[in-house]
């Protein structure tokens, strides 16, 4: 199967890292198997050829994720901070 950049609306990653879903213009979904060692290059390859790049929930995921990925803290962090501001800022009245 032969895909020209233009058809790919979406690219979805693949639980587990293992490659992308392919959301097509005919509203075809193709299931791509990419080495993890060539995740990240076919990434950049897609961003630069104007393909959005998404979570399986739909989210945009963009370069920065991989910076997010790499910190094994960066979860336990985020949701202190975001308790701390959710008690900072609720109303209690």
Do not use: N
């Not at 979904?29 to 393909?51: I, M, N, S, T, Y």
């Amino acid at each position: 199967m032969a895909l020209a950049w233009g058809e790919i609306l979406s690219a979805e990653r693949r639980v587990g890292r293992s490659g992308f879903f392919f959301h097509l213009m005919t509203g075809e979904r193709v299931k791509v198997c990419v080495p993890r060692a060539q995740l990240r290059p076919f990434e950049r390859q897609l961003r630069d050829a104007g393909v959005r790049i998404v979570d399986e929930y739909g989210a945009v995921i963009d370069e920065s994720q991989y910076a997010k990925e790499a910190d094994g803290d960066f979860v336990r962090r985020s949701v202190a901070e975001y308790r701390m501001g959710v008690r900072q800022w609720s109303d209690d009245g």
